[in-house]
Every structure is written in C-alpha cells, then in structure tokens.
C-alpha cells in the first residue's frame, strides 16, 4: 500500500522561507524512479491546484505564481521529494500535498504571516 507523508509546513512571516518535504513508502525503488512527483495546494473553499512538478528526468515545471520562489527537488535513493519556498507572501497560505501515482498524502499547513 503506497503511503505519502508531507511535513515541513508552519508558520512563517511574509519573506520567509519553508522546506517541505514528502516521504514515500509502499513503492519500490524503480517505480518511484521512474515517477514524476508534483506538489499542490489548497485552501478553503478552492480546488487543489498544481504548484510544480519533477519528472524521472529533474525536469521541472512550476506554476507562474511560484516561479522563481519555489524549488522542487527529490531524492530518488530516498524516495522522496521536498519543495523549497522562498520568499513566502501571504497568499501561499493553503495546504501542501504532495502527489505521486495519484496517491495523496494528507498534507501540511503553510501559513504565511505576520
């Protein structure tokens, strides 16, 4: 059974910066390799929207609203992905989910804040 633990979220003032990180389990080594890890957000009362993306390769994609703030990474040894966010506003306020296979994790709260 695959299983997603996100962590890493808190309270953090605006300028700030966060690292999320999203640990996977119930996947073999190969799958996870050959995956691409995304992380989204949400907040009350909108739909969960894509942040950014890493495929099997490193590449990267990210949402215009990050761009340039936010990194994505992961470690495929550890089966692992993180989201380093930089530069944090308050409208980055939401819930992080990480997301790989279609499985979700059950998120971690950002808070941005002064």
């Known amino acids: 059974q695959v299983q997603i633990v996100e962590s890493g979220g808190g309270l953090v003032q605006p300028g700030g910066s966060l690292r999320l990180s999203c640990a996977t389990s119930g996947i073999s080594a190969f799958v996870f390799r050959i995956g691409t890890l995304k992380w989204f957000r949400q907040t009350p009362g909108k739909q969960r929207e894509l942040v950014a993306r890493i495929d099997e390769s490193g590449n990267t994609n990210y949402e215009d609203f990050v761009q340039g703030r936010f990194t994505i990474s992961r470690d495929d040894d550890k089966r692992s992905g993180y989201l380093q966010m930089n530069s944090l506003k308050p409208e980055d306020t939401a819930v992080y989910f990480c997301?790989?296979?279609?499985?979700w994790g059950q998120g971690t709260q950002v808070t941005v804040s002064s």
């Open positions: 997301n790989f296979h279609g499985n």
